[in-house]
């Protein structure tokens, strides 16, 4: 069984970095939850077959946290002791806001008129922003240890991934 203890990292036996290969994160989780998944204790007593469907939850939490950027980022800054996302210190840098209400703004407008090529402009740019962001996080946070700094950028990020998936359903919505 695991070690309920452990870090997400170190449950797929990765170091904790931004930068994670998906091919090596895949091949560890298939393995790790063949030996929990809750199926291999069908036989076993209540207490192992609990535990099994513990075992098999954590795994997959911690697959999704990792395969995701965004939700990496927070994780990284969980387990260096610097919360990621405040609900007092909201701040982000105002050109950056300005940028993304824009975006924000052109959305709407393109999504009334059914517009679907520049909201898949505007996708494609929101994208293409938090590729970059991502760039940046892995620089702050796996040469130079920049938690601080990578915090807002990790706000950032969060904010560009839920502009992203706000516009791929106003595609969604145009071509239903």
């Given amino acids: 069984m695991i070690d309920f203890s452990?870090?997400?990292?170190?449950?797929?036996?990765?170091p904790p970095s931004f930068r994670v290969d998906g091919a090596v994160l895949d091949l560890a989780y298939r393995q790790l939850q063949t030996d929990v998944h809750p199926d291999?204790?069908?036989?076993?007593?209540d207490a192992q077959k609990r535990v099994a469907q513990q075992a098999s939850a954590r795994v997959n939490e911690a697959y999704r946290a990792l395969k995701n950027p965004v939700q990496r980022a927070q994780y990284l800054l969980q387990i260096h002791g610097v919360e990621a996302l405040s609900e007092t210190d909201t701040a982000l840098p105002r050109?950056?806001?300005e940028r993304q209400l824009e975006r924000r703004e052109q959305a709407a407008d393109a999504q009334a008129a059914g517009d679907v090529r520049t909201l898949s402009s505007l996708l494609g740019d929101a994208r293409a922003e938090g590729a970059a962001l991502e760039g940046v996080l892995a620089q702050a946070f796996d040469s130079e240890h920049a938690y601080a700094t990578a915090?807002?950028?990790v706000r950032e990020l969060t904010f560009l991934s839920k502009l992203a998936e706000d516009i791929d359903a106003m595609?969604?919505?145009?071509?239903a």
Avoid: E, P, T, V
């Avoid at 452990?6 to 990765?14: A, I, K, T, V």
């Avoid at 291999?40 to 007593?45: I, Q």
């Fill in 6 to 14: 452990r870090n997400h990292f170190d449950l797929f036996g990765l």
């Fill in 40 to 45: 291999r204790f069908a036989g076993g007593s």
């Fill in 95 to 97: 050109a950056f806001l």
């Fill in 151 to 153: 915090r807002m950028h």
């Fill in 171 to 175: 595609l969604a919505a145009i071509d």
